[in-house]
């Protein structure tokens, strides 16, 4: 995700509801030549929105990061970099294994943009966080960790915990922003047919 593509999500939704607006109002007073427009405007702008998505999606690939690899999520005008630290694990007496992921957060001053202030705070959005394995199931577990707030250049680590079954292989970890309107935007991980991006863990 990038400005350019929430701008052009912003616009769309805008330019998107005064065409329905329009057309409903030429309907109304039976204006039938500019309902047509309108309609065919409405149309051919989600037609060629639908396109530009799709065709990001299909364009996209997996990727799976490795210990210490960063992922960036954006935040609009900067970007907060994530990565696996460390992991350790334990079983449990019922049978299941308790991992514990310890993730740095850094916010990365290189991607601010020239309009925010060098010392102000972010708040980041929300997030989502789990355990895959290869057959696809996930174990989820809280985002408390990464709520906190930061200033440009500032980092530092949190303990995530997830409770999977014994033996479980090819565990990665999923963490994205978890906001429901970065699904309907043009290249955003969350959209439909994306590719993702998860972390191998150590070991």
């Not at 039938?32 to 396109?51: D, Q, S, V």
């Not at 925010?116 to 174990?139: C, E, F, I, K, W």
Request: a positive charge; proline letters at 6%.
């Amino acid at each position: 995700m990038n400005p350019f593509t929430v701008l052009l999500f912003v616009g769309a939704v805008l330019v998107g509801a005064t065409l329905i607006l329009l057309y409903v109002i030429a309907r109304v007073t039976k204006r039938e030549p500019f309902a047509r427009i309108t309609l065919r405007l409405l149309l051919g702008g989600a037609g060629l929105y639908l396109l530009l998505f799709l065709g990001a999606s299909l364009l996209s690939h997996n990727r799976v990061l490795a210990p210490g690899e960063e992922k960036h999520i954006c935040e609009i005008d900067c970007h907060l970099a994530y990565a696996i630290a460390a992991t350790k694990s334990e079983p449990l007496p019922n049978g299941l294994v308790r991992t514990t992921v310890t993730v740095k957060v850094r916010f990365d001053e290189e991607t601010i943009s020239s309009r925010r202030p060098r010392d102000a705070t972010l708040t980041p959005n929300s997030r989502y966080v789990a355990l895959v394995d290869d057959a696809g199931n996930r174990y989820p577990g809280s985002t408390d960790g990464l709520k906190r707030k930061l200033i440009p250049g500032e980092s530092y680590t949190t303990d995530i915990v997830f409770d999977v079954p014994a033996a479980v292989p090819g565990l990665r970890l999923i963490l994205r922003n978890n906001d429901p309107e970065t699904a309907f935007i043009i290249g955003h991980e969350n959209s439909l047919l994306h590719g993702k991006t998860t972390f191998r863990l150590p070991g």
